[in-house]
């Protein structure tokens, strides 16, 4: 059974065909109102979630179908031990698709081996977050119509930002993309990235620690946020956590039209200030989630159908 666990599961035609579909869907929303009618999504969510589950149920409710499911581990039966593998069997037999976040890498893969119906990861731990990835691609799509010559600078915590992996990996398949790596030393891109992605594709990249000293060079600045629940210990969180915060006047270097995004949630990363500066990208990639998850739900659906 098809579904989505990791961004490269989907060719380039097929990720310009979603994008195509979300912009239909924003010019024409009534022609999907009943696109689902009947169908169920389970949001299987053993990590805390705002955007990520609530836009899949937007989604799931604007298409016309229904949602079950569970937004924290303990209110399932994970809490007496059960397996992922005997979750997932169970839930296709009362659902359509599952949308399913957990904090252990590859469990959305195991998930999607043991279900009958699609299964789309909406994030393993800190390995990859593909459906944010879509938010993000159709943000830079409608930003800078295109996803090829840009220079994206990632800014944070290049270790366990889930996302920061997944939108490397979906823009490496196009030409001519630069990329900045900004990150304290201790939060760098893992190296299985960098060389199994950067270097084996050939992309051009920059790594420093120093955001002020490249921000003039960017088209995209990705923030992110220090991964408070991946760290082993507090004091080094605290110790990093505030590494980056965006101002206005670090923005002062910056070009006009550079997008600022973020996967949110935000902690100190951007300052508030930003937000009416017409540069800020970042509800407008939460606006954009939603319309990419409708056109995910759509296709998958359509896909198990035949
Ligand atoms: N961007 C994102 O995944 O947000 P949530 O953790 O709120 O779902």
Redesign the pocket.
């Known amino acids: 059974m098809k579904g989505l666990i990791d961004i490269l599961d989907f060719s380039t035609e097929e990720l310009d065909e979603l994008i195509e579909t979300a912009c239909d869907i924003i010019e024409n929303p009534a022609d999907y109102s009943e696109k689902c009618k009947g169908k169920k999504l389970a949001t299987l969510f053993y990590e805390?979630?705002?955007?990520?589950?609530l836009s899949f149920e937007a989604a799931m409710y604007e298409l016309g179908g229904n949602v079950i499911g569970f937004s924290e581990a303990n209110s399932s039966s994970s809490a007496k031990g059960e397996s992922v593998a005997d979750t997932a069997k169970t839930i296709s037999c009362y659902a359509d698709i599952i949308a399913m976040r957990h904090p252990k890498e590859g469990a959305a893969l195991v998930a999607k081996n043991n279900a009958s119906i699609p299964v789309i990861n909406a994030?393993d731990g800190g390995h990859c977050?593909p459906t944010?990835t879509l938010a993000d691609l159709l943000t830079i799509y409608r930003e800078k119509g295109g996803f090829s010559g840009l220079k994206i600078g990632f800014c944070g915590d290049l270790k366990f930002g889930r996302?920061v992996h997944s939108l490397i990996n979906a823009l490496s398949r196009y030409e001519d993309n630069e990329v900045y790596l900004i990150s304290p030393d201790e939060l760098k891109l893992p190296s299985y990235v960098k060389k199994d992605v950067l270097v084996k594709q050939n992309i051009k990249y920059t790594q420093t620690t120093d955001l002020e000293s490249v921000i003039g060079e960017l088209d995209i600045l990705y923030m992110t946020r220090v991964q408070r629940e991946r760290f082993f210990n507090e004091e080094d969180y605290l110790r990093l956590k505030d590494s980056y915060i965006l101002t206005e006047k670090k923005l002062e270097k910056a070009k006009a039209d550079l997008s600022i995004m973020h996967?949110?949630?935000r902690v100190n990363e951007i300052s508030v200030e930003i937000d009416n500066d017409s540069r800020a990208c970042y509800f407008k990639q939460v606006l954009n989630g939603k319309y990419m998850r409708m056109a995910l739900i759509l296709k998958l659906l359509e896909e198990a159908e035949k």
Do not use: Y
Request: charged share 15%; hydrophobic share 10%.
């Open positions: 805390p979630s705002t955007r990520t589950r994030g977050h944010q996302t996967p949110l949630p």
